[in-house]
């Protein structure tokens, strides 16, 4: 008895240590194959089916039916260009132009990853934002408070995540994803 | 001490096979969750399609949800047979993405794919004991069961209605 209920022990705490090291693997392991384009990461092996293992972990658990290359590259960013994490309590300027994308857009999401809810029910910008740009430049703003122009509210929240989405991405972007232009995000003022 | 150290070396090769096994079936373990949430929250069957409605700040079935994309889905069983997958192709980018139960990706389609408005896709099993139609639209799935995802884009908010009468007539039969 006293036997069973040691090797019963001995498998539970293997269990636990087993999934730990999964979930440290998985966040340092997994971190190969992705390419940084200034604040911007992106792994061009998403939605691949040559995945090892350990990537293949990392897809299912953050971007799990994610669609492979030529039908769309997702970069995503928790950090400004200076590389300081996006905070809500900060208002922040981004700064683009048109991607070589067949459509493109940015989607704010909040501390648990979702969309976050404000009255506006304005959660991202997309190609569209260039109907009204004269030189095929825009500038959005991000802010928990109301902004002229085009403005995502941020509703304050701890931990702001950008996701940019491209859609039959054009050939500059599938052959330099590290250096084609992607939206700058800078920091204004923190309260 | 030489039991201790018999203990310590179980725990350490368990954690080794643990470490593993959790790696390796991770992905469909995950997979096998979604199939049971897209039938429990949509209250479908396998081979039926479900619809989402547009996305927003409520949308939480999967972490960071599109809000430009129109979502639709089902889940895939062809181990009994094959199953015909169809829609109307909507003036805006449109896919039908299929994934394994192992998480690959391994076909797509998209409305500059497909000639004369309308998809079709006989979805069969690689292992498929059954006749397999002849049609020149034949996917053959390396699972019996997964997940077929099909995304709308919703380039003008004032197309919405249309998107979404388009999104509606997306369907699955099964051929058996």
């Known amino acids: 008895m006293k036997k069973t209920l040691i090797v ?126 004269t030189d095929g430049r825009y500038t959005v703003r991000l802010s928990s408070h109301p902004e002229e122009g085009n403005w995502l509210p941020t509703e304050n929240e701890e931990q702001l995540y950008l996701f940019l989405r491209l859609y039959n991405p054009g050939s500059d972007v599938l052959n330099n994803p590290s250096t084609v232009r992607l939206p700058r995000i800078i920091k204004e003022a923190c309260r | 001490m030489k039991r201790k150290i018999f203990y310590l070396l179980i725990i350490l090769c368990l954690t080794a096979l643990f470490h593993i096994l959790i790696v390796y079936f991770l992905p469909t373990l995950i997979m096998h969750y979604v199939v049971y949430r897209i039938q429990s929250d949509f209250n479908v069957p396998v ?45 805006s980018y449109w896919s039908i993405s299929f994934f394994a139960m192992n998480t690959d990706n391994f076909h797509v389609v998209n409305d500059r794919s497909i000639r004369g408005g309308f998809a079709e896709v006989i979805l069969v099993d690689s292992g498929a004991s059954y006749p397999i139609p002849e049609n020149r639209n034949i996917v053959v799935a390396p699972s019996s069961r997964g997940v077929v995802l099909f995304r709308t884009l919703i380039d003008d908010p004032a197309r919405l209605p249309l998107l979404i009468d388009f999104q509606k007539r997306a369907k699955a039969e099964e051929l058996f």
Not at chain 1, 17 to 40: E, F
């Open chain 1, 8 to 133: 019963a022990g001995c498998a539970a705490i293997a269990l636990i240590m087993g999934a730990a090291s999964v979930l440290l693997a998985v966040r340092y392991a997994g971190q190969r194959g992705w390419i940084a384009n200034g604040a911007w990461r992106t792994n061009p092996s998403i939605g691949m089916e040559n995945l090892d293992m350990y990537s293949k972990a990392t897809v299912a658990l953050i971007s799990l039916m994610s669609l492979n290359r030529s039908e769309a590259i997702y970069y995503y960013t928790e950090t400004d260009d200076s590389g300081e994490p996006l905070r809500g309590s900060c208002d922040y300027r981004i700064e683009g132009e048109d991607i070589d994308a067949r459509w493109w857009s940015v989607s704010l999401y909040g501390s648990d990853q979702y969309l976050i809810k404000n009255s506006k029910n304005r959660f991202s910008f997309n190609r569209s934002i260039l109907r009204g740009a």
């Open chain 2, 47 to 91: 081979n039926t399609v479900y619809h989402n409605e547009v996305v927003n700040a409520d949308t939480r079935k999967v972490v960071r949800p599109c809000p430009d994309l129109l979502y639709s889905g089902l889940a895939y069983d062809v181990s009994r047979g094959p199953v015909r997958i169809s829609s109307p192709v909507p003036p």
